[in-house]
């Protein structure tokens, strides 16, 4: 935005020296000798326009503009007419800087007027350098509202991400609060669940343990049948103990599917490529280290096709049959004829190896990198 501002500055700086060097050769070609006066006049035209371009404050900018004007009318009135020729592009230059809004095409009117006072050898051409000022004036105009319309837009695109970024926290510390308190329901959960059941059952399996005890030397019988009850009182409990810790805890399935699914999605929005993950099989049966070097291959070989393969698709394939788990990653892109084992798959070799597995890695068509896992592997 900076460098637009600038170049516009300099189209209107570089029209102003056009002028001024055309005025000055006019003279110096012209019949008649070069009074002090007109190179004074030139020299502070000069000076009040490099000042113009130099002092910040909008009302010295005005300022200077002013002068510049009424030092052109009295010169060209008292030195030299061809001075007139750089009224136009100063009397735009105060136009544009004023509060008052003046109609476009009532200004160009008014930078008219000096047509009736001027010779008519200059006339043609004041009336060209008028039209030509117009319309450089107006283009300036014209991209200086643009100008401050991107900026307000931006300086609204400023506020939206400020609030956006600030929602985003707060719905991010929503999530972590959310998590703490679903973390404490679900102990809170457990911890009645064992109080109500196995608790109890263990206070019902000591008093009767207890009673058998002081009842062993006079009823023996009654005491063995304490006992039993106890025994089995025990022994529910226990399958009490197993079948909470069996709903808590959730299946290998679920851990290692939605891991592979989490580790997919962010891969998903950090690059423009189609992801799609199918499994088959009784994914149940591959264990936590198989899931962990299928973790690893597949996003190694996402990297690798995000590098190497100009893709627009990447699938992966998870199936587990009789005897072996196969995890595929395929991309559609380049592909290779000759494949050349770089770091990347040489380790994913080497974590396949670690549980008798291996790699096969094929460029024909796309590139495609399959993860072989014996079923039987610990």
Request: include cysteine; charged fraction near 20%.
């Amino acid at each position: 935005m900076a460098k637009h501002i600038g170049s516009i500055m300099m189209w209107g700086i570089g029209y102003k020296i056009v002028l001024l060097m055309y005025v000055f050769a006019s003279a110096v070609t012209s019949n008649i000798s070069i009074s002090p006066w007109f190179i004074l006049s030139i020299l502070l035209y000069l000076s009040l326009n490099i000042l113009l371009n130099i002092v910040q404050p909008h009302r010295a900018k005005q300022s200077l503009a002013a002068m510049s004007i009424f030092l052109v009318i009295v010169s060209s009135l008292y030195v030299d007419q061809q001075l007139i020729l750089l009224l136009p592009m100063s009397f735009y230059e105060v136009v544009n800087g004023i509060r008052i809004r003046i109609r476009t095409w009532t200004s160009l009117v008014l930078v008219l007027i000096p047509l009736a006072f001027i010779d008519k050898d200059l006339q043609i051409l004041y009336a060209c350098l008028s039209m030509t000022s117009f319309i450089l004036y107006t283009s300036i105009r014209t991209s200086r509202h643009r100008i401050a319309a991107y900026q307000d837009d931006m300086e609204r695109m400023r506020e939206d991400i400020k609030r956006l970024t600030r929602s985003l926290n707060d719905n991010r510390a929503y999530l972590l609060q959310s998590e703490y308190t679903s973390k404490l329901e679900e102990r809170n959960r457990m911890s009645q669940e064992i109080h109500d059941k196995i608790g109890h059952a263990m206070t019902g399996a000591l008093i009767q343990m207890e009673a058998s005890k002081r009842m062993l030397q006079v009823h023996s019988d009654q005491a063995a049948e304490l006992l039993n009850n106890a025994i089995q009182i025990s022994k529910d409990g226990i399958e009490d103990i197993r079948h909470v810790l069996k709903e808590t805890k959730p299946p290998l399935e679920q851990l290692g599917i939605n891991r592979l699914k989490l580790l997919i999605d962010a891969f998903s929005v950090t690059h423009s490529i189609q992801t799609v993950l199918t499994y088959k099989g009784n994914v149940d049966a591959i264990t936590p280290l198989q899931w962990k070097i299928i973790m690893e291959n597949t996003q190694e070989a996402m990297t690798n096709a995000v590098k190497y393969s100009e893709c627009s698709k990447l699938s992966i394939d998870i199936l587990v049959l009789d005897t072996v788990i196969k995890a595929e990653v395929a991309d559609n892109g380049n592909g290779a004829k000759q494949v050349v084992k770089g770091l990347g798959i040489l380790g994913m070799e080497e974590r396949t190896a670690s549980v008798s597995g291996r790699i096969i890695v094929d460029g024909s068509r796309g590139f495609s990198v399959t993860t072989l896992l014996p079923k039987t592997s610990v």
